[in-house]
C-alpha cells in the first residue's frame, strides 16, 4: 500500500531546503517500488539555468541509479504541479504515476492550462493525482513570496532613507 502524504511530505522537506537557498520552494520524489530512488529541489538561480526544476533533477537522478531512460514503474510526487518542459520530460521518460500537491493555475501542465500528462496525442500517458497534501504544498510556496516581497519592500525602503541622508546639501 502506498502512502502518499509520506512520499509528498519528503517532496515537501526538498522544498524546504530550496527555500533556505533562495530558490523557489519545490520539492520532488521519485519512487520505486515503494523505495524513494531519488530527490530534489529547485536549484534554477544556483545552477544558473532554467531547467533545474525540482522535477528535471529528479528525474535525472532517478535514470542515473536506474541505469536507464526509462522511468517506467515509477511515481514522482511534486509539490507544484509541472510546467510544461517537467512535464513533456516526464512523458518522454514513461513515468507511470504523476502526484501532484498543489496545482499551479499560471504555468501548469498537468491539468491547469495544458494537460500534456495525459493527452490522447502523445504515445504515453500518465496516470496523475492531485491535492496530496495541498493546503500545505501551497502554504510552501505563499509563505516564501509572502517573506521575498516583505524582504524587497525593507530594501527598497532603507535605500530610500539612505539615499535621502547621503545626498549632500545644496549650498
Known sequence: ?????????????????????????????????????????????????????????????????LGSKWLSGCELYVTLEPCSMCAGAMVLARLEKLCIGTMDPKNGASGSIFDITGSDSLNHRIDVERGILADECAEALMSFFRELRITKAQLRKSNIVKDKVDIPEEK
Open 1 to 65: 500500500m502506498r502512502d502518499n502524504n509520506l512520499y509528498m511530505r519528503e517532496a515537501l522537506k526538498e522544498a524546504y531546503i530550496a527555500a533556505e537557498l533562495g530558490e523557489v520552494p519545490v520539492g520532488a520524489v521519485i519512487v520505486k517500488d515503494g523505495e524513494i530512488i531519488a530527490k530534489a529541489h529547485n536549484m534554477v538561480e544556483a545552477y544558473a539555468s532554467s531547467s533545474a526544476h525540482a522535477e528535471m533533477l529528479a528525474m535525472d537522478a532517478a535514470e542515473a541509479r
